[in-house]
């Protein structure tokens, strides 16, 4: 792992895993603008240098935490410890809680190669703004075992060795910062990469907009492919329950008027009830009667 930002010792995203590090940027907000950490926070991570002969140096850069009761207990805080178990023993001697800047250059070294962070917050109120640390696997050279820059080290200012995967990218690991120096080309390639970053979040910007129209239109299509669905069962299920009576044909009528005014039933009177006996036509020869009345209106 590069010294490419670790964002945010949180539940949701790295709380209780395990690294091996060249050198790691620690930060309290994951993947927001807006610097500022969570309530009910209880996160821990550890770190562990890749050569057995390092070092891990602590480096806060800023820490703001300032929700202290009565100037002594930390209510939020943020501890570091000189091995993979939290105990007293192995705790190291840094700043909890309060406020600190990078002007201050506050550190603190690990002699095991080993960091545990822990951060924990109760449920009142963020006060403060969280914190950004810098962890770096340095080493002491020596005439036996010098900075070997064939072996991918860095030989810093200050006499001090680090992997030169960390330079130039905009993080200090280096005391003097030397690993960061524009006489290194530092400038160039930092504006390199953000002119990268600028191009790549430009591009996911518009293919974020493409699927956001695309989706409009995918809604509105099938929208449309529902309101005809709707308007053909309405128009169905009507025509069904609301049809109109069928006419009947001259044949149907010529016989209704012939039952009507038979010779047997006489012709039809003008009074508001009669009762007529009806006979089939089929029937005639034998002159068979049926026995049900109508009523004529």
Same mark, same amino acid.
């Given at each position: 792992?590069?010294?490419?930002?670790?964002?945010? /010792?949180?539940?949701?995203?790295?709380?209780?895993?395990?690294?091996?590090?060249?050198?790691?940027?620690?930060?309290?907000?994951?993947?927001?603008?807006?610097?500022?950490?969570?309530?009910?926070?209880?996160?821990?991570?550890?770190?562990?240098?890749?050569?057995?002969?390092?070092?891990?140096?602590?480096?806060?850069?800023?820490?703001?935490?300032?929700?202290?009761?009565?100037?002594?207990?930390?209510?939020?805080?943020?501890?570091?410890?000189?091995?993979?178990?939290?105990?007293?023993?192995?705790?190291?001697?840094?700043?909890?809680?309060?406020?600190?800047?990078?002007?201050?250059?506050?550190?603190?070294?690990?002699?095991?190669?080993?960091?545990?962070?822990?951060?924990?917050?109760?449920?009142?109120?963020?006060?403060?703004?969280?914190?950004?640390?810098?962890?770096?696997?340095?080493?002491?050279?020596?005439?036996?075992?010098?900075?070997?820059?064939?072996?991918?080290?860095?030989?810093?200012?200050?006499?001090?060795?680090?992997?030169?995967?960390?330079?130039?990218? $905009?993080?200090?690991?280096?005391?003097?910062?030397?690993?960061?120096?524009?006489?290194?080309?530092?400038?160039?390639?930092?504006?390199?990469?953000?002119?990268?970053?600028?191009?790549?979040?430009?591009?996911?910007?518009?293919?974020?907009?493409?699927?956001?129209?695309?989706? /409009?239109?995918?809604?509105?299509?099938?929208?449309?492919?529902?309101?005809?669905?709707?308007?053909?069962?309405?128009?169905?299920?009507?025509?069904?329950?609301?049809?109109?009576?069928?006419?009947?044909?001259?044949?149907?009528?010529?016989?209704?008027?012939?039952?009507?005014?038979?010779?047997?039933?006489?012709?039809?009177?003008?009074?508001?009830?009669?009762?007529?006996?009806?006979?089939?036509?089929?029937?005639?020869?034998? $002159?068979?009667?049926?026995?049900?009345?109508?009523?004529?209106?």
């Amino acid at each position: 792992m590069t010294s490419a930002p670790i964002d945010g /010792i949180k539940r949701s995203n790295v709380c209780g895993d395990g690294y091996r590090i060249e050198g790691a940027l620690l930060k309290s907000y994951p993947y927001a603008k807006s610097e500022s950490y969570l309530p009910y926070e209880d996160c821990y991570m550890t770190f562990k240098s890749r050569r057995q002969d390092n070092q891990i140096r602590i480096r806060i850069l800023s820490l703001d935490l300032n929700d202290i009761h009565g100037g002594v207990n930390c209510l939020d805080s943020l501890r570091f410890y000189k091995s993979a178990y939290v105990n007293r023993l192995d705790k190291l001697n840094t700043v909890e809680c309060g406020q600190l800047t990078e002007k201050e250059r506050f550190t603190v070294i690990s002699p095991t190669g080993i960091v545990t962070a822990h951060f924990s917050t109760d449920g009142g109120n963020v006060s403060g703004n969280g914190f950004r640390v810098v962890l770096t696997a340095f080493r002491s050279p020596n005439k036996t075992h010098p900075c070997d820059e064939n072996n991918e080290e860095f030989l810093c200012s200050n006499q001090e060795c680090i992997s030169n995967i960390l330079l130039c990218d $905009g993080v200090p690991h280096c005391l003097d910062e030397s690993d960061e120096s524009p006489h290194r080309s530092c400038t160039s390639s930092n504006a390199e990469s953000s002119n990268s970053g600028s191009i790549e979040s430009n591009n996911r910007t518009r293919t974020s907009k493409r699927q956001h129209w695309r989706g /409009i239109l995918i809604a509105a299509f099938l929208l449309i492919i529902l309101s005809v669905f709707i308007f053909f069962l309405v128009y169905f299920v009507c025509r069904r329950f609301f049809r109109s009576p069928v006419p009947l044909m001259k044949s149907e009528r010529k016989n209704y008027a012939t039952i009507l005014n038979s010779p047997k039933t006489g012709p039809k009177t003008t009074t508001a009830t009669t009762t007529t006996q009806v006979i089939l036509e089929n029937n005639k020869s034998t $002159g068979k009667r049926l026995d049900d009345d109508y009523s004529l209106l």
